[in-house]
């Protein structure tokens, strides 16, 4: 496709598709299942990791279902009456496992009686019936409530999420308040694993020293980068469907729904703008019942601690950049509230309703002298062009990870140690978001 | 709303203006008499570890003896009433050692060494009490709140060897600060710590310096795990009877390790009322704190139905040998007969402490 086709198809896609999204808003949604009832047996398998490896793990399967690793995510309605059945299909020497939800007051009963709630014999037979009340709204972790340090290691970890009573997927809200509408939402399970451990409980060695802990793997969804950007149940990752790309337009809020899954303390920092943190462990933060967010803080840095959850809405502005992000000049031909780039004044308050551009910046050159591609080194997601939606001429091959010429912005663990595979950097807690141009069509999500 | 506003206002200052006369009437200091020594640890796996503590001295004489020290040592409470504290410190230990209470203004004296390149080193950030004499340390005005007491010298050694308990003070009986919202019935005190025993082993040896065999504390890596002292709690009773709920019960959390903690608590919400001895101006609603090293934190538990409540460390920090994974129960049973020290175990004694009920 030749530069001049690519542009124009690039208008008439976005012509079109702001078209049909005024119609049917294209929303992501965090994957799972849905409903009251969930069987889950604790089941082994292999975790993948991009630098080729693989590691011995234990985590929560759906009846007939494979081990997953984070569990599967359980997406349940406030106000439901949930029960959770689980079943222990580990080894004889990997002991009981059992299910506590944070946050929840759980009514425990089958199995036999743990230290914690009562637990699964690994006899795969057994069922042990967790039920709870969903009488709040907001984003939850479950994990196994035996022997946490090592089984929680091993994979027993999930998600859930607790929608408002009243929740429309037209017009989403985390917590049913206004303070916490969104249009996106994704899910982001922290983790790490120390590589030994899960190497001597798959040589039969389960008296493990866990307090000499040296992790060497970090995950998002139980995916190490680069996998954290592939797409949700890509078929070569079978125990792992989780992954952990963003995608949002300019303008629009996308919740972060943050899980704290392993034992140590991660800084997620998300570039591109701050969010603003609504919510700790399923409450969100206000002065008094019903108030909102009022308490709620900016912030680009959020660490959520092992157990804990944290809810923050994040928006891509391009405010103050100081240059226009769809492009200057008679090429770049567009408006901001009405008035033309090429118009003698273009600048005007505010944003534009549509294309979302900050309209004080309309009409500002790109303050940067961009070099020629022979002087480039071309990265996947390098578009060809600065501007937003300005799909530019690229050699043969090069810009296929950035079909919609998107702005990417990297989201990590800021402690840049974990942003590696067992010493290979980059990996690890590592993903991005892509900022694309208003009408892409945003699907599914994570 | 304004009106509503208004009398709450008047409601509180009367009641402040109250405890305020209350409190100057009977206002003087307290004092508190500790022993610093050393004493040993059995853990679960079965090693015999070299610990430092304190013990309290109650009759006025330092020589007579009040039963083994303890990491941490004894809770002090500072009655309401009382401005300032005065600890008279013995220091039974080999080495000298002080004590500080970060959060709380003190007149300092600090130590200084001056080292091998002619440079002025602080070894002790509060005047230090020698081996075999007594020091007296002093806090003129003595906020409430929950606090640390540690030592102040050589604090990346002496603090992990055991020097430290925890220190508290109410704002008006039952209160533990200006908000009525923390009246509790009941309360207990929850100090988390960790030792390294390579550390502990070098200490105890004289290996530990410049020069010999263990030169500093960079390869800190501990291996136990204490609850109140306890290296393997299972269940640890804080004693909401299960005809109290509705209870209020005040869990006052310190962390006097290195590592950052994460209580968790399953089945019920904590009200988080402070940190570092400082009332949030709104408590806020969590099951899970990030306790980092030599915070401070007060929550409040209001159980809503009998039966039981597990809380861990999320953070899977768990003693070599240990059993219980760190994991302690709140049992919502038969309050004890008797305000006082319950639960416990392990070597490190010191259990849970449980304060009066207000009705």
């Known amino acids: 496709m030749n530069k001049a086709i690519a542009k124009r198809t690039a208008r008439w896609s976005i012509l079109v598709l702001m078209i049909l999204t005024w119609v049917l808003p294209a929303q992501a949604a965090v994957q799972g299942v849905t409903g009251t009832q969930f069987n889950l047996v604790a089941r082994e398998g292999h975790v993948s990791t991009p630098d080729g490896g693989s590691l011995y793990s234990w985590g929560y399967a759906l009846e007939g279902g494979l081990m997953q690793f984070p569990g599967p995510t359980l997406i349940v309605n406030q106000g439901a009456a949930v029960t959770v059945t689980l079943k222990n299909e580990l080894p004889q020497p990997a002991g009981n496992v059992s299910i506590v939800f944070p946050g929840h007051a759980v009514t425990a009963t089958g199995g036999v009686a743990g230290a914690m709630t009562q637990e699964a014999p690994p006899d795969g037979a057994t069922a042990v019936t967790y039920t709870f009340t969903a009488s709040n709204p907001g984003t939850y972790t479950y994990y196994s409530g035996t022997r946490v340090d090592l089984q929680a290691e091993m994979g027993l970890v999930g998600a859930i999420i607790v929608r408002p009573s009243g929740f429309s997927h037209m017009n989403p809200t985390a917590y049913g308040h206004a303070g916490s509408a969104y249009h996106h939402e994704y899910l982001f399970v922290l983790g790490e694993r120390d590589a030994r451990i899960h190497q001597a409980v798959a040589s039969g060695i389960y008296d493990i020293d866990t307090a000499d802990y040296f992790p060497v793997y970090w995950f998002i969804n139980g995916r190490c980068a680069p996998d954290t950007m592939l797409a949700d149940g890509v078929p070569w990752l079978p125990h792992q469907p989780y992954g952990s790309m963003a995608h949002t337009r300019p303008g629009e809020k996308v919740l972060l729904r943050l899980i704290g899954g392993g034992r140590d303390l991660h800084p997620f920092h998300h570039h591109g703008n701050n969010s603003l943190i609504i919510a700790r462990d399923g409450r969100l933060l206000e002065s008094a019942p019903g108030a909102g967010p009022d308490l709620a803080m900016s912030d680009f840095t959020i660490t959520v601690h092992p157990g804990g959850t944290v809810d923050a809405i994040f928006a891509w502005t391009g405010e103050k950049l100081g240059w226009d992000i769809y492009g200057t000049g008679p090429e770049h031909e567009h408006s901001c509230n009405g008035i033309s780039v090429n118009d003698a004044n273009p600048a005007s308050e505010g944003f534009d309703p549509v294309t979302h551009e900050y309209c004080p910046d309309h009409g500002k050159p790109f303050p940067v002298f961009l070099p020629e591609g022979q002087d480039l080194t071309f990265g996947g997601q390098w578009s060809g062009s600065p501007f937003l939606g300005g799909a530019d001429a690229l050699p043969p091959g090069q810009g296929g990870m950035n079909p919609n010429s998107g702005y990417f912005f990297m989201w990590h663990s800021h402690n840049e140690k974990e942003m590696t595979n067992f010493d290979i950097f980059p990996g690890g807690l590592m993903t991005h978001v892509v900022i694309e141009p208003p009408g892409t069509p945003i699907n599914g999500g994570h | ?359």
Not at chain 2, 280 to 296: D, N, V
Not at chain 2, 312 to 341: K, N
């Open chain 2, 1 to 359: 709303m304004m009106k509503k506003t208004l009398k709450i206002s008047t409601y509180l200052v009367v009641l402040v203006g109250v405890v305020a006369a209350v409190a100057m009437g009977a206002a003087e200091a307290a004092e508190f008499r500790l022993r610093a020594e050393a004493f040993t640890i059995t853990m679960p796996d079965g090693e015999a570890v070299a610990m430092w503590g304190f013990v309290l001295d109650t009759d006025g004489d330092f020589a007579t003896a009040e039963g083994a020290a303890t990491s941490p040592g004894p809770v002090l409470e500072v009655p309401v009433g009382d401005t300032a504290l005065t600890i008279v410190l013995k220091n039974n230990l080999t080495t000298p050692i002080s004590l500080v209470i970060p959060g709380q203004i003190a007149a300092m004296s600090p130590v200084f060494s001056v080292d091998d390149q002619g440079r002025s080193r602080v070894r002790s950030f509060a005047h230090e009490t020698a081996p075999g004499a007594e020091g007296t340390y002093t806090w003129d005005n003595f906020k409430a709140g929950t606090f640390l007491y540690q030592s102040g010298t050589h604090p990346a050694v002496q603090v992990q060897m055991g020097l430290y308990g925890a220190v508290i003070k109410n704002t008006a009986q039952f209160q533990a600060y200006s908000d009525a919202a923390t009246l509790y019935n009941w309360q207990a005190v929850l100090v988390l710590s960790e030792v390294d025993p390579l550390l502990h082993a070098a200490v105890a040896a004289d290996d530990y310096g410049p020069g010999k065999g263990m030169t500093s504390t960079v390869d800190y890596a501990p291996k136990y795990f204490l609850y109140n002292g306890d290296p393997d709690p299972q269940v640890m009773n804080i004693g909401a009877s299960a005809a109290a709920v509705g209870n209020k019960i005040l869990v006052r959390l310190l962390n006097a390790g290195l590592e950052s903690r994460v209580p968790l608590l399953n089945g019920l919400y904590m009200k988080q009322l402070s940190e570092d001895g400082n009332l949030l101006p709104y408590p806020r609603q969590q099951y899970s704190l990030i306790l980092t090293a030599g915070k401070t934190m007060d929550v409040m538990l209001e159980p809503k139905a009998a039966g039981v409540v597990s809380f861990h460390d999320r953070r899977g920090y768990a003693s070599a040998g240990s059993a219980g994974a760190g994991q302690i129960l709140l049992t919502e049973g038969a309050p004890p007969t008797s305000p006082g020290f319950v639960g416990g175990g392990g070597g490190g004694g010191g259990g849970c402490f449980i304060s009066t009920l207000v009705d």
